[in-house]
């Protein structure tokens, strides 16, 4: 299609698939920007295939500025689900900062148990020692009052 051929009602006749700036024709063409030279909408851009013409209507045909806005509307709900991405993100660093803090506290409150059990383990052994030293002092007792009684 010529940018001089771009008539009024080229749009209607035009097949249009998808949102946006179309990128290729339908026949595989990457679309071409032109302009407009006709009296109803001089100057106004478009995007069209190579091989179009009035004669062939099954090429692409798309107004730029409708394009630009399609794009801009999808645009704007990308930038809407990353700003609610970005929002559930935030709310999840900061469960992950108090759930940082509770292992914090837990680190610490092992690190005084250990010291616990230690203190624990040394009283233990003390306990088994003197336990050690009875069952020996009742053995010679009772070995005495075996030599002397006996």
Not at 24 to 44: A, L
Not at 107 to 133: A, P, T, Y
Request: charged share 30%; net charge neutral; proline share 3%.
């Amino acid at each position: 299609m010529s940018s001089s051929s771009a008539s009024s009602g080229v749009s209607d006749r035009f097949t249009v698939i998808g949102r946006g700036i179309p990128r290729k024709c339908r026949c595989g063409r990457f679309s071409v920007m032109k302009t407009s030279n006709t009296m109803k909408n001089p100057g106004r851009l478009f995007h069209c295939c190579p091989n179009g013409s009035d004669e062939n209507p099954s090429h692409l045909f798309k107004w730029t500025d409708i394009s630009m806005v399609e794009e801009m509307e999808e645009f704007e709900s990308v930038v809407d689900k990353i700003e609610r991405e970005v929002g559930s993100l935030a709310k999840g660093l900061d469960e992950l900062e108090a759930i940082k803090k509770i292992a914090e506290r837990c680190e610490k409150e092992i690190v005084d148990l250990k010291g616990v059990v230690s203190s624990c383990e040394k009283e233990i052994q003390k306990l088994r020692c003197f336990k050690n030293m009875i069952v020996c002092g009742g053995l010679v007792m009772a070995f005495v009052y075996y030599v002397m009684f006996v």
